[in-house]
């Protein structure tokens, strides 16, 4: 095992700067508390009621002991010499190196308002208002759930997202599409995504739409999102699946519905026939190397589902194995010569071309549009 | 018999000081070169970092600051200045490094360094950084 | 000695001997130890065994900051690569199993170890060689861990290692996750047996008129730690088996493809794993507790109500733990029980929090070092708090689970509520144990350094959560913008680790100059302070009887009116022998004494059994045949352990 490797570190320049732009546009609020659809925003407002209730609690329990020392000191300075016990406590402490505030002269002892009342202070501070404001916070919390628990009336599309070590394949299942990394929405429109895995435990969270939901092998769980306004939004893996946990990325990019409906249209569509010599003959790399056991191009081949991303229109998307890396020519050479140095433990080997070959696979697959 | 306190504490304050400045420093990480042109050179090396970033050399050359993957399948770039040939087959001088990046097949036939459809002004800025690199 | 009945109170009470005297000599071979290197191993003293656990627990709290530090180190920037993916993921793995496993419990359960029969007024635990054992395998679970961690087989799928990723050899191939099991499995079993000694010790060997009502306040903490112990650890028994059994002997508890269910790992792992945080948290109040009521100078107000308030928590908090997973896919009627049930525990903890502020506020306090990590408590834990009644509101849980900001929540309770009175603990007893006290400008600084990088490291991690910053990733993309805050959180846990260091300075530069500590540094309330720093052996020269809940401070005397359980005890006290290893047996409610309990001595037994059950637990991560033979071994070490030769029965 080797302590030290070369770590995919690409994508520090992703040109998807969107990401960094909707901060921006957020006022510098982080993605979770910048919500772009009606269920992030939902969560987002629980959030701050949750937050204006947390800070007068915390002001309020150190305040008081605060006062609590403050006052106590200067009850003990001030107290009368002949409480023996507390004179002896103070020396002594004072010997092993305490700040303590002995008793001075004789004066008229003075007891602090809560002796006697200590019980109804514990049980009346400690208890009952706790209790009163959890009530609340528990009625807001059942009311957030029935929120969620509504699916919404015009559900518009559907689409199973299945997360796999290391990668996520989008599927929109009533127009025969099959994509990977990259979610498409239409702007405006509640989508319906229904949530499996394929090995381990995996979830779906996209912070300005939705909070996560896991993706449970031999289970489905259903969300429903919905962004309110065109962009490129950030979506992760937040369950620890295994090595490349960290680059298991994906992005959710909403469009205005004529767009979108075109994207589908277009993504229905077979791979497009290679148009120069090199392309074809990259064609043929691809299906008689092992590419082509794994990676499906409909139109082309039909590999075992399932296994890995569907390459039919690969030039289309932004980015590379998970939003590991910018989808441009450069990457996506380095990324079929050398997977395992650029994401080390996924699940891509690599795969040894003679250059030639290599030139006219990078060829083919750069112009799958 | 008792300890130095202020002596100690110094020394904690000092330790403390000297680690954050170390973390610090550790991390400041590669800035943008000079910007100074190296030897003749005509380009832009800032433009040509990010140049070398945005087309993703860095997933198959190791390059000080476009660290991108592995860097394991072409030759890491960070001593180019001291090479003497370049792709094999020739002499290294910026312009014939600008020539293999912009035809590399024409250069060197049978390399696996692929056409990456860089335009002049942009391979001069990126050899530009490139010879900022090594020998500092 | 089976003739005569002594004043009616039980058979095993004979005439008192004529010439009664107490005899420190006596006591010193009676309680002593084993000579030479056999004495090492054979030793079963609690006070030996105790500071083992408590000495061992904090090593592994260095190796867990370590470790903590790298992870922090390699998030410092961007795409930084100082450590592979690989490596990262063993590392937050062991730092999870380290602090939970191997620090937090078992450091506490040294506490309890070390102080329950000062506290108690007993000469020693109620089964010192079953004390032993459980350290014996504690160790071994952790060399195991560490060997294979060094040989680059640490476990690798997080501390709560969910399945199917942990069960199944397809996604987690290497030894680490058997590892795992066997680590675990070995130091529940520790843990389990400490927690059974602790219940048996309070409830059986209190001193003659210490009732239930008169223990204090960090004896319930333990004894609900124990309680929860006893409940909680078998089930991530049960499951770690059957992550083992799946691993190694092809079941499918967890495949869902078999028909398994990955869910159920869930269950029953957060079935432990909430009660886990209590049982961290809850001996760590009680040591809040004790050092409280010594530097407030007046007893602890509403006592029973906050007696009360621990075994509530204890029992609420076996009823929360789908909060640890929201986010499978629960039916809203579910996440709506669990979730009420997640808000309602923060009440006992509203309790405890305004009792120690009301104790304070009546009493006359002292702000010294362990009063300093007190407030250093109060403050962090009440934040700790908060952001864990946001966590039960299950929509926005659904929005940070997972994230860096429930990594912040987390550690905002644990070293808040449990970090912080350890240190309060450690510099309130370190005289008691030692004869030295720590130097109080040094834990002053440690204080103020640990406060602030604390703080600096954990508060900024609530915004990574919500910037979208998953737990657990070994790096992360520069455009996400993540960089700056994580730097800020790297530098406080450089910081955070020079207070810990300073601690440790503290400790040696203290044993070697630190200033005599006497008997009783603080005149603090409880009957460990009766007795010379460090305890003798045999710890009490005469069995105390107890009439008060802080019987330093208000001894009591005897009641005319009333034959009082310590006055009886008074009375019995020249029964108990000097010539072999005995103490008072009393009632549990009333400390009514009942009997003289023989404790078993020194024996090299109980290390055997722990190298046989370490020799299966070990080999079964290479063949499951180890274990039925390591079960043979461990009961043939058994018969030795229970073999009746010593002098204590042939009386």
């Known amino acids: 095992m080797p302590v030290l490797s070369h770590v995919p570190n690409a994508r520090r320049w992703v040109p998807v700067t969107v990401v960094v732009a909707a901060l921006l546009a957020g006022c510098e609020m982080p993605l979770a508390l910048a919500p772009r659809g009606p269920a992030a925003a939902e969560i987002a407002s629980i959030w701050w009621i949750l937050f204006w209730i947390a800070v007068p609690v915390s002001v309020i329990v150190f305040s008081l002991l605060g006062i609590a020392i403050v006052r106590a000191r200067a009850i003990a300075r001030e107290q009368d010499e002949h409480d023996e016990h507390d004179v002896r406590v103070a020396e002594r402490l004072r010997e092993t190196g305490a700040d303590v505030g002995l008793p001075e002269a004789s004066r008229p002892a003075r007891v602090s308002w809560l002796e006697g009342r200590t019980t109804g202070f514990v049980i009346i501070g400690g208890g009952v208002i706790p209790t009163l404001i959890l009530i609340f916070t528990t009625v807001m919390t059942l009311q957030g759930l029935a929120v969620f628990d509504t699916a919404p009336e015009d559900v518009a599309y559907s689409v199973t997202a299945r997360g796999h070590m290391f990668w996520w394949q989008f599927e929109y299942p009533d127009h025969g599409v099959v994509t990977a990394n990259e979610m498409h929405v239409p702007v405006g429109r509640s989508v319906r995504v229904e949530l499996e895995s394929a090995d381990v435990i995996h979830s779906f969270w996209v912070p300005q739409l939705h909070g996560k939901i896991e993706m449970i092998p031999g289970k489905t769980n259903v969300i429903h999102i919905q962004a309110d306004e065109a962009g490129t939004y950030f979506g992760k893996c937040a369950e620890f699946c295994g090595q490349q946990h960290a680059n298991m990325e994906f992005l959710v990019i909403a469009q205005e519905e004529a767009e979108f409906e075109s994207w589908l249209e277009a993504q229905a569509a077979d791979a497009p026939e290679p148009t120069d010599e090199l392309a074809q003959r990259g064609r043929d790399v691809f299906v008689d190397s092992q590419c082509a056991l794994c990676h499906t191009i409909r139109g082309v081949n039909q590999a075992a589902p399932g296994v890995a991303p569907d390459l039919t229109h690969l030039a289309t998307r932004r980015t590379l194995a998970a939003r590991t890396l910018p989808n441009v020519r450069g990457n996506l050479g380095g990324w079929i010569l050398d997977p395992q140095g650029i994401k080390p433990g996924s699940r891509m080997p690599a795969v040894n071309l003679s250059s030639d070959e290599f030139l006219a696979l990078l060829e083919y697959l750069d112009g799958l549009r | 018999m008792s300890l130095d306190r202020n002596g100690f504490l110094i020394a904690v304050i000092v330790f403390l000081a000297a680690a954050g400045l170390a973390v610090g420093f550790y991390f400041v990480g590669t800035g943008d070169p000079d910007p100074a042109p190296f030897r003749n050179v005509p380009g832009d090396p800032v433009a040509g970092r990010i140049a070398l970033e945005r087309i993703g050399c860095g997933s198959c050359h190791a390059i000080d600051g476009v660290r991108v993957g592995g860097g394991r399948v072409g030759p890491a770039l960070n001593d180019l200045r001291q090479q003497r040939y370049i792709a094999g087959r020739l002499p290294n001088t910026p312009d014939n490094v600008v020539r293999f990046i912009l035809d590399p097949q024409g250069v060197s036939p049978g390399s696996a360094m692929p056409d990456l459809r860089v335009v002049d002004a942009e391979a001069r800025n990126m050899v530009a950084y490139l010879y900022t690199l090594g020998g500092r | 000695m089976a003739e005569s009945r002594y004043d009616g109170y039980g058979p095993q009470f004979s005439p008192p001997p004529e010439d009664y005297r107490p005899d420190p000599d006596l006591l010193t071979r009676t309680w002593g130890p084993l000579p030479g290197i056999r004495g090492f191993f054979a030793v079963v003293n609690y006070q030996v065994v105790g500071m083992r656990f408590i000495v061992t627990g904090f090593i592994f709290l260095l190796l867990g900051g370590i470790q903590a530090l790298v992870m922090r180190t390699q998030l410092a920037q961007p795409n930084l690569d100082l450590v592979s993916s690989e490596l990262y993921q063993q590392l937050f793995t062991m730092h999870g199993v380290t602090m939970m496993f191997f620090f937090a419990v078992p450091i506490f359960e040294g506490l309890a170890m070390y102080l329950l029969p000062l506290m108690i007024g007993s000469r020693d635990m109620a089964m010192p060689r079953l004390g032993a054992f459980g350290y014996w395998i504690y160790l071994i679970a952790g060399i195991t861990l560490y060997t294979g961690f060094f040989l680059g087989l640490g476990p690798d799928a997080g501390w709560f290692a969910h399945a199917p990723l942990s069960s199944d050899r397809n996604f987690t191939p290497a030894m680490g996750m058997d590892l795992w099991v066997s680590a675990i499995g070995m130091l529940e079993i520790s843990a389990l047996v400490a927690a059974i000694e602790i219940v048996v010790t309070i409830f059986k060997l209190k001193a003659p008129g210490m009732s239930m009502a008169r223990i204090p306040i960090f ?335 208000d001894p009591g005397a005897p009641d005319p009116e009333f034959d009082t359980a310590a006055d009886r005890g008074e009375r019995m006290r020249p029964q108990i022998r000097q010539d072999v290893r005995e103490t008072f047996g009393t009632s549990i409610m009333d400390g009514e004494p009942e009997s003289r309990v023989n404790l078993r001595d020194n024996s090299l037994w109980p290390f055997f059994a722990a190298l046989a059950v370490g020799f299966a637990f070990v080999g079964s991560m290479f063949s499951l045949w180890f274990f039925p033979i390591g079960a043979l071994l461990f009961y043939g070490t058994m018969i030795g352990w229970h073999w009746p030769f010593s002098k204590e029965i042939a009386t």
């Open chain 3, 219 to 553: 004896v319930w903490a333990m004894l609900v730690m124990a309680m929860m112990i006893i409940f909680a650890m078998p089930a991530v028994l049960l499951v770690t088996v059957a992550v083992g059994l799946d691993r190694m002997a092809g079941t499918h508890f967890f495949n869902a493809a078999m028909g398994g269910d990955p869910t159920l790992y869930q269950h029953v792992f957060w079935f432990f794993g909430h009660p886990e945080v209590y049982i961290i948290f809850t001996p760590a109040l009680g040591v809040v507790s004790a050092v409280l009521v010594t530097f407030a100078r007046r007893p602890m107000v509403a006592y029973s109500i906050v007696a009360l308030s621990f075994i509530a928590m204890g029992i609420l908090s076996f009823g929360v733990w789908v909060h640890h997973f929201f986010a499978v896919g629960i039916p809203p009627i579910g996440l709506s029980f669990f979730a009420v049930a997640s808000m309602m525990v923060s009440i006992p903890s509203g309790i405890q929090m305004f009792a120690f502020i009301g104790t304070v506020w009546t009493g006359r306090p002292i702000v010294n070092t362990p009063f300093l990590f007190l407030i250093g408590f109060v403050v962090i834990f009440v934040l700790g708090g908060v952001t864990g009644v946001m966590l039960a509101a299950v929509p926005f849980n659904w929005q940070v689970h997972d994230s860096y900001f429930v990594v912040a929540h987390l550690h905002y309770v644990l070293i808040g509520g449990a970090l912080f009175p350890l240190f309060a603990g450690l510099y309130y007893w370190f005289p008691k144990w030692t004869g030295k006290l720590l130097d109080e400008t040094l834990g002053k600084w440690q204080f103020a350094i640990m406060f602030v990088g604390f703080n600096v490291t954990f508060f900024i991690q609530h915004i990574l959560g919500f910037q979208g910053m998953a737990r657990r990733v070994y790096t992360y993309d520069a455009d996400l913008g993540w960089g700056t805050f994580n730097m800020v959180s790297t530098v406080g846990s450089f910081v955070l680790a020079a207070g810990i260091l300073v601690f440790v300075f503290n400790v040696f530069w203290s044993l070697w100059r630190g200033r005599d500590a006497g008997q009783d540094p603080w005149l603090a309330p409880t009957l460990e302070w009766s007795v010379p720093s460090p305890p003798p052996q045999y710890t009490f020269l005469e069995p105390p009887v107890v009439r008060s809940l802080y019987p330093l401070w």
